[in-house]
């Protein structure tokens, strides 16, 4: 049996049993005294926890979930974020996990959200349950050297002001509108903290303090800002690296006078490490095109809860036309059907189910990533289970490539 934690002695059991999978040290009493604030509203609890219960009445498995809102395809759209999944060791390759997910997804489907997202400890075992990559979180990294032809003339100021705060939320908000899984930002996101900064030291920075600068163009318009930590190097605490947070423009040109701005703190610096769109490459820019290191550090999986609901909040070309796609999916088979969707002006004017022929067919994993922009049609082709019947020439104009926004 699945079903949502709401009493004391469960939610503490399944923050037991979480640690206990993951291999986490755990501190009853803290872990207690947290819960005790949440449900007395003293602190927030935004997350919600479900365990899974054998014959016997004892929980062998929880799922940690919270709700998120992400912009797809210019919609702020709500989005269930599956936190953690954890079984207990001994109680695995019994199919928990399997049970627990549908659950969990059903009740997403139901609350409207428009996908499930996780972090996975494996792509192949969350494929199973119709997960898919939509997002890698890519670092660049180059010497500061690499800078040297950039110059910056704008004026950039550091964010000392609580009432600055809006600049950056309204310069965030607009960055994010065409970028899909870009996250909306919550209240709780713009706390202004003083001391210089603009986010609070924590375990994700090593406790760093994270400074973040405007920059205004010479008719006092805010075009961006950006946010960095500096990290200690090997040369002893005056030289080191600069890790690039946050970077948020809203041209390349603004862009280009940041990495200027970046290299006028050249004295402190030997490096600088970037979190970028996917899409930016910084060996395209900089003079020593082999010396740019990019590596993964994580990745994003998706799901879709309701093909329709997808459709329906997909862009499409501004002209009219229709299309039709038989989606399958093994795990949540009531998405398995055939689609006809008739759009104009860039929005999907109807959609129905049906059982003639369709344009093309494919898997629901697949369906996410052509519906979030992950890869295009011709992309799509490569991967089992796709095919393409009829009306290719609109299809390769609705299933393109679309920036992903990291985080």
Same mark, same amino acid.
């Given at each position: 049996?699945?079903?949502?934690?709401?009493?004391?002695?469960?939610?503490?059991?399944?923050?037991?049993?979480? &640690?206990?999978?993951?291999?986490?040290?755990?501190?009853?009493?803290?872990?207690?005294?947290?819960?005790?604030? =949440?449900?007395? /509203?003293?602190?927030?609890?935004?997350?919600?926890?479900?365990?899974?219960?054998?014959?016997?009445?004892?929980?062998?498995?929880? *799922?940690?979930?919270?709700?998120?809102? #992400?912009?797809?395809?210019? #919609?702020?759209?709500?989005?269930?974020? *599956? #936190?953690?999944?954890?079984?207990?060791?001994?109680?695995?390759?019994?199919?928990?996990?399997?049970?627990?997910?549908?659950?969990?997804?059903?009740?997403?489907?139901?609350?409207?959200?428009?996908?499930?997202?996780?972090?996975?400890?494996?792509?192949?075992?969350?494929?199973?349950?119709?997960?898919?990559?939509?997002?890698?979180?890519?670092?660049?990294?180059?010497?500061?050297?690499?800078?040297?032809?950039?110059?910056?003339?704008?004026?950039?100021?550091?964010?000392?002001?609580?009432?600055?705060?809006?600049?950056?939320?309204?310069? +965030?908000?607009?960055?994010? =509108?065409?970028?899909?899984?870009?996250?909306?930002?919550?209240?709780?996101?713009? @706390?202004?903290?003083?001391?210089?900064?603009?986010?609070?030291?924590?375990?994700?920075?090593?406790?760093?303090?994270?400074?973040?600068?405007?920059?205004?163009?010479?008719?006092?318009?805010?075009?961006?800002?950006?946010?960095?930590?500096?990290?200690?190097?090997?040369?002893?605490?005056? @030289?080191?690296?600069?890790?690039?947070?946050?970077?948020? +423009?809203?041209?390349?040109?603004?862009?280009?006078?940041?990495?200027?701005? @970046? +290299?006028?703190?050249?004295?402190?610096?030997?490096?600088?490490?970037?979190?970028?769109?996917?899409?930016?490459?910084?060996?395209?820019?900089?003079?020593?095109?082999?010396?740019?290191?990019?590596?993964?550090?994580? #990745?994003?999986?998706?799901?879709?809860?309701?093909?329709?609901?997808?459709?329906?909040?997909? =862009? +499409?070309?501004?002209?009219? /036309?229709?299309?039709?796609?038989?989606? *399958?999916?093994?795990?949540?088979?009531?998405?398995?059907?055939?689609?006809?969707?008739?759009?104009?002006?860039?929005?999907?004017?109807?959609?129905?189910?049906?059982?003639?022929?369709?344009?093309?067919?494919?898997?629901?994993?697949?369906?996410?990533?052509? &519906? @979030? /922009?992950?890869?295009?049609?011709?992309? &799509?082709?490569?991967?089992?289970?796709?095919?393409?019947?009829?009306?290719?020439?609109?299809?390769?104009?609705?299933? *393109?490539?679309?920036?992903?926004?990291?985080?």
């Amino acid at each position: 049996m699945v079903r949502k934690l709401e009493k004391m002695d469960e939610l503490l059991e399944s923050g037991r049993i979480v &640690a206990t999978a993951f291999l986490h040290d755990w501190n009853e009493k803290e872990a207690k005294e947290k819960l005790e604030s =949440q449900l007395k /509203g003293e602190m927030p609890r935004v997350e919600e926890a479900w365990g899974l219960f054998n014959e016997a009445g004892k929980m062998t498995g929880s *799922i940690i979930t919270m709700p998120k809102k #992400h912009i797809f395809n210019g #919609h702020a759209v709500s989005v269930g974020d *599956i #936190h953690m999944v954890a079984s207990l060791p001994e109680e695995r390759g019994n199919g928990n996990v399997t049970v627990m997910l549908r659950e969990v997804l059903l009740d997403f489907k139901k609350k409207g959200y428009a996908y499930a997202t996780l972090i996975p400890f494996s792509f192949a075992f969350y494929r199973r349950y119709g997960f898919d990559l939509a997002q890698r979180n890519m670092k660049q990294r180059a010497a500061i050297e690499q800078l040297r032809n950039f110059r910056c003339d704008m004026n950039v100021r550091m964010l000392e002001l609580e009432d600055e705060v809006a600049i950056i939320r309204k310069l +965030y908000d607009a960055f994010i =509108q065409d970028k899909n899984l870009a996250v909306v930002k919550n209240e709780d996101d713009w @706390i202004y903290r003083g001391n210089g900064e603009y986010g609070k030291p924590d375990w994700r920075n090593g406790n760093k303090h994270q400074y973040t600068y405007i920059f205004r163009d010479e008719c006092s318009n805010d075009r961006g800002y950006m946010k960095f930590i500096f990290r200690t190097g090997e040369k002893g605490p005056f @030289i080191g690296e600069m890790d690039v947070q946050e970077i948020i +423009y809203d041209n390349p040109k603004v862009f280009c006078q940041m990495l200027g701005f @970046i +290299y006028g703190m050249r004295a402190k610096l030997s490096h600088v490490n970037f979190d970028l769109l996917e899409e930016i490459d910084l060996a395209l820019l900089l003079p020593e095109c082999d010396d740019v290191e990019r590596r993964l550090e994580g #990745h994003f999986m998706a799901r879709v809860l309701d093909v329709e609901k997808i459709l329906s909040l997909m =862009q +499409y070309p501004v002209c009219e /036309g229709k299309f039709s796609i038989r989606v *399958i999916d093994d795990y949540l088979t009531e998405n398995t059907g055939s689609y006809y969707v008739k759009f104009a002006n860039g929005k999907a004017v109807s959609i129905e189910r049906g059982d003639s022929e369709t344009d093309m067919t494919v898997t629901v994993d697949t369906f996410m990533q052509l &519906a @979030i /922009g992950r890869c295009d049609l011709y992309a &799509a082709l490569f991967r089992k289970g796709t095919s393409v019947a009829a009306n290719r020439d609109i299809l390769e104009r609705i299933f *393109i490539r679309r920036a992903i926004c990291i985080g």
